[in-house]
Every structure is written in structure tokens, then in C-alpha cells.
């Protein structure tokens, strides 16, 4: 039998893409001009996919650290922090980044997808319980997968969900681990932190929170939501990356357990691969200085959030969440209609994600826009008439004349 024969379906599908248009799960950047500007297919775009939160990966600051990393480093690190030892980037990084999340222990990975796989399988373990938010992110999935441990999934932001399966499991061996997400990744929602504490205090699990698209953006230090909550002390553990707000490539995982140290020598995922570039740690590095020392990148982000959001309301469009967050995803109503409204916007010059199960909750197609603080006013009007043009006249229909 043909190993690849099961994918078949794939690429029907993408053939399928292809028949409408560009391709939207391929498309490349053949020119870099800002944080939020580059040319593809030949046209200068407006960038409104990129997670660049913070707007910083052209800061002049972070680009300059980079450079002397290369210069003082070199361009890799050929292997891992077990094997071939620690560069003092690693370690400096670390050490000011657990300031940063006021933490007393902070390990960096060499990406957050690894972050998750290497948190979750090094704090549970074959008899342990993880309890999952049905819609978290592929990385906390298959970080649960590697632990071995039994999965239960709750409903969706929904506290009242998790504490009846905590109690059907009431009794059973091992340690329970709860994971969530401070901004979920597709519909911007965040989760109801202090009912899930509430939770916490009835059941006595230990929580962990990804803030991946929350780190820089939330909370008066720019923690995330248990900053902005004020709930940072309920939180056993935190993870995030270094690839949306902090303009880099890398992720970490931070708490204050007397043990925690020693996960380094428990995780696969930190442990048997290369640890991250020279380069990338010291941008790292450089950007959460910037993201102390200017919180008015969060202002600024906050301030286009809600414009975008809002200039999306009165078109009327169909939006995922009713809170406002860089994170803003349109419905759509179907995949081929999904696809020709992204077509169309890409046309005429904005950037956003196509988004279509089972990468969504609940099965959803969105076109799905992630907000800059390097967004000017003008970008964030050009995108809201763009998709006036696009998508409200073909939201609800079956196609839109790309
Ligand atoms: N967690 C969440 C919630 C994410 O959305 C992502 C990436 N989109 C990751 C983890 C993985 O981060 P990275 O891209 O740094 O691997």
C-alpha cells in the first residue's frame, strides 16, 4: 500500500484552491517592506495575517542585536543546550525574561509549538489527567498526545463544563493539569479566567495558561490575560512564543515551582533538538527590553483593535467574538466562498488568513485579520473598505466575483 495514498483527499482540495485563485495556504512574500507592508504577486500588500502584534520586526534596536549576535556567535548553534552546552544568550534571556513575567524560572525553546509539546509532556505523564479547552491550539493537542497522558476535553470557555468532568474524575490516580489560552488563536475570544479559578479552588489542579497571543498585548506589564485579570498568582505555569508579539523566533515556558529546573532534563522537545539561533535569542532579547520600556506599542495596538473592529461592525459583518482584540475573524459561509472573498481582498491589496476546518472551531470558514500596532490609521480604513468592497457584498452568498 502507498503511504501517501491517504492524503489523496488533500490534495483534491488544494487542487480545488488552486482552480479559484492563488494559492492561500502558500503564499509567499517576495518582498519584506515594513512590519506591515510587502509585495506578493508582484503588488505592494497591506499585511493584516501576521500576528505581528507589536509591529517590531524591523525595529532598528532588535535588528542591530541580531547583527552582533551573528558577529559575536555565529549563525547556529549546531545542537542542544543538554548536548553542546548553552550559549550565554540562552541564559540571558531566561534570566531577564523571568523578570519580565515576574517568575522565578523561565525556559526558553527553540519554537512555541515546542514550548507546549516540551511543558506538557514533561509535567504530565502517562497517569496523569490534562484537561483541555476543546479549542485549543494543535500545539497544546499534540503536546498532550507526547505526555501520554488521558485527554479530557471541556467545552469551550466553559468553567462549568470543566468542573463536572473534574468531579466524574474525582478519586482516579495521578495529577490533573488544566491548560488554556489567554486570546484564543482564530476567533480572539479570551478565556473566563476567574471562573476557571474558581474551578481551581474546588478541584486543586494545576493551570497552565498559553498566552501566545496575549504576551505584549494584555495587562498593564504586558504579561498577558492573568496580567490583565490581576490573577498571575493563580497561574502554576505559563507559555507563550516569541513569534507574534516579540517579532522573533522561539517560546517559553515560565512558573515558580521549586522543581521546575529540572524539567529541562524531562523534556524531549527542549532536550533533543537545536537550541535557538544566536540571532533570534538576542532579538528576543532586545524586543521584550523595547516591549518594557514602550508600552505604548500596547496603546497604539489597542487603539487599532478597535478601530478595525468596529469599522467590521457597522459593515455589518459577521464576526466570531464580541470582544475586541488584535485578533478579528470574519464567518464566512462556506469554503469556496471563504476562498473567493480571500482571493479578492489579496487582489486588492490586503493580507489576511484563510482559515477553514478542521483548523477552526466548530467547523467554521473565516477570513481572519490580525491587528499591528504599525498599522496607521489609513492601513486600518484601507482594509475595513477592502473588505466592504469584498466581503460584505458576498458575505452570505454563495461566491463573490473575485
Ligand atoms: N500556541 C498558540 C496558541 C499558537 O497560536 C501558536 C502559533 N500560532 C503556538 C502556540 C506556536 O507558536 P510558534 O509559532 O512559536 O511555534
Request: net charge negative; aromatic share 6%; hydrophobic share 40%.
Amino acid at each position: 500500500m502507498d503511504l501517501l495514498e491517504k492524503h489523496r483527499g488533500i490534495a483534491e482540495r488544494h487542487a480545488r484552491m488552486l482552480a479559484m485563485g492563488v494559492n492561500a495556504v502558500g503564499v509567499t512574500n517576495e518582498q519584506m517592506i515594513s512590519p506591515t507592508r510587502a509585495i506578493i504577486d508582484g503588488r505592494e500588500t497591506i499585511l493584516a495575517g501576521t500576528n505581528n502584534y507589536m509591529g517590531i520586526t524591523f525595529d532598528a534596536d532588535c535588528i542591530a542585536a541580531g547583527k552582533q549576535a551573528l558577529e559575536d556567535f555565529g549563525t547556529g548553534t549546531t545542537g542542544s543546550r543538554i548536548a553542546n552546552g548553552s550559549f550565554a544568550l540562552h541564559t540571558q534571556l531566561e534570566r531577564e525574561f523571568a523578570q519580565f513575567l515576574n517568575r522565578k524560572h523561565c525556559i526558553v525553546f527553540t519554537t512555541g509549538y515546542q514550548a507546549n509539546l516540551g511543558m506538557m509532556s514533561g509535567l504530565a505523564g502517562p497517569r496523569d489527567t490534562i484537561y483541555l479547552d476543546a479549542d485549543s491550539h494543535s500545539s497544546i493537542y499534540d503536546g498532550c498526545t507526547l505526555s501520554g497522558a488521558k485527554l479530557v476535553r471541556f467545552r469551550h470557555n466553559d468553567a462549568a463544563d470543566l468542573d463536572k468532568r473534574l468531579t466524574r474524575g474525582e478519586g482516579e490516580e495521578g495529577g490533573k493539569l488544566v491548560v488554556l489560552e489567554g486570546i484564543y488563536s482564530m476567533l480572539g475570544d479570551r478565556a473566563p479566567l476567574s471562573d476557571f479559578i474558581e474551578v481551581k479552588k474546588k478541584h486543586g489542579f494545576q493551570l497552565l495558561v498559553d498566552e501566545a497571543h496575549s504576551f505584549g498585548v494584555l495587562g498593564d506589564h504586558g504579561r498577558g490575560l492573568a496580567d490583565e485579570a490581576g490573577l498571575e498568582d493563580d497561574i502554576d505555569f505559563v507559555v507563550g512564543t516569541f513569534s507574534k508579539s516579540v517579532g522573533a523566533i522561539g517560546g517559553f515556558g515560565a512558573g515558580n515551582h521549586p522543581l521546575f529546573e529540572y524539567l529541562r532534563y524531562a523534556m524531549r522537545p527542549y532536550m533533543f533538538t537545536a537550541s535557538s539561533s544566536p540571532a533570534s535569542v538576542a532579538t528576543s532579547l532586545a524586543a521584550i527590553r523595547k516591549l518594557a520600556a514602550e508600552p505604548q506599542r500596547r496603546q497604539r495596538l489597542r487603539e487599532n483593535s478597535a478601530r478595525l473592529f468596529d469599522g467590521f461592525r457597522a459593515l455589518g459583518l459577521d464576526m466570531g467574538c464580541g470582544q475586541v482584540s488584535p485578533v478579528i475573524a470574519v464567518k464566512c459561509p462556506d469554503e469556496p466562498s471563504t476562498i473567493a472573498m480571500w482571493n479578492a481582498l489579496l487582489k486588492s491589496g490586503v493580507y489576511v488568513n484563510i482559515a477553514l476546518p478542521p483548523g477552526t472551531p466548530n467547523k467554521l470558514c473565516l477570513l481572519r485579520c490580525s491587528v499591528s500596532a504599525a498599522h496607521s490609521d489609513a492601513d486600518i480604513d484601507r482594509i475595513i473598505e477592502l473588505f466592504g468592497s469584498v466581503v460584505a457584498q458576498g458575505h452570505g452568498k454563495q461566491a463573490v466575483n473575485a
